[in-house]
């Protein structure tokens, strides 16, 4: 089959890098258009460059704007290319705009659509991402849900069993390619000055978060405790959306945390993996450090990743100070020797062995 992937996004492109290096691998006919949502060099060419990733073949060149501009400027460059690669599949991964546009694009054309990462649900309807997801679930021929909880969602909301498939996450196999790459090749513990569980790492992002001056304060009051009290330094890679708040808001970094720039894959996975704790409120940093071994405590009120928590690699603190320092001492006093909920690492050649018949049918 002729395989379309749009992807447009940091944690897009890290999930779907297993998916375009199986297709590479496997000799099949596939093209990638980049949304061009993410541009700036580390959340984007930086990590190409890094997976070894052929560039993509479209580039849309978006950028920021509104939901409703951003959305609607793929929307109508996404249709373009679409009718004239004629795919037999449109693949999107995850829960951006880069997914709802993709979703809308190939749904519009009656193409097929696969969503990778389907199932999710942070059942809070305020965020962004979770319209994304249900809406791009409800397009969607084929279902690539990670988990038996992610199937169950889709089969609560009356989506068809036999559009559901349980292939694992992709971010699985991302970690599993970079894992060893990262414990040799990467230098950042050297470049940082920084020791082997003498840290704490925090990621922060999210739109509910930093856009909000009450809880971007408060998210930072708990990490600066973390830090005090666990005597930790806090290497906070930052985000420009995030950066950009500290601006607005005119905020001083608390004295235990330390703004470093985003850093690229390999990096982050040796800071990840050499972490003491891990605050975020990223999803994928969630699956990752479980799947790594690292405790999380997610600064958020829930999380679509419930698995996580399940399997006790997880807490969710929201932004209060003293819940986050609680569920750091919780997290701290248990061992890290919880099982990975995600998947084998082969997501991506089961996705790939899911659509193989579709490219037969319509040979045949
Ligand atoms: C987007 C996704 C979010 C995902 C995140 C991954 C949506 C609704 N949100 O959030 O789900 O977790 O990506 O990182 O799709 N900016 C830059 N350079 C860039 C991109 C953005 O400086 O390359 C800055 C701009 O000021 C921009 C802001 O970040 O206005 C927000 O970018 P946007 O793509 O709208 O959302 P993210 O916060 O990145
Ligand atoms: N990541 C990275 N460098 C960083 C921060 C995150 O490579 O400085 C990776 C991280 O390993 C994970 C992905 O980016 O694979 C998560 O992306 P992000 O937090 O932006 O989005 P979310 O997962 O919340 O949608």
Redesign the pocket.
Known sequence: PHIVIVL????EIIKLAPVIRACEHQKLSYSVIHTG????D???TVFFDQLELPAPDYQLGV???T?GQ?TAEMLAGLEEILLEETPEVVLVQ???????AGAMAASKLEMQLGHVEAGLRSFDRE???ET?RVLADHAADYLFAPTETSRDHLREEGIADDRIHVTGNTVVDAVQQNQELAATKSTILEELDIAEKNFGLVTA???ENVDERDRFAGLLEGVQRVGEVFDLEMIYPI???A??RLDVFDFETPSAVRLVEPQDYLDFIRLQKSAKIVLTD???VQEETCILGVPCVTLRENTERPETVEFGANQLAGVDPQRILTSTREMLEKESTWDNPFGDGQAADHILEILSPVGRGIQS
């Open positions: 447009g996004t940091r944690p949502q993410h541009y700036s580390s959340l984007d950028g920021s704007n939901h951003q995850g829960d951006t705009n880069s997914v709802l965020m962004p991402e994304n992002h999210r739109a985000h420009p959306r950066k950009e990223s999803g994928g």
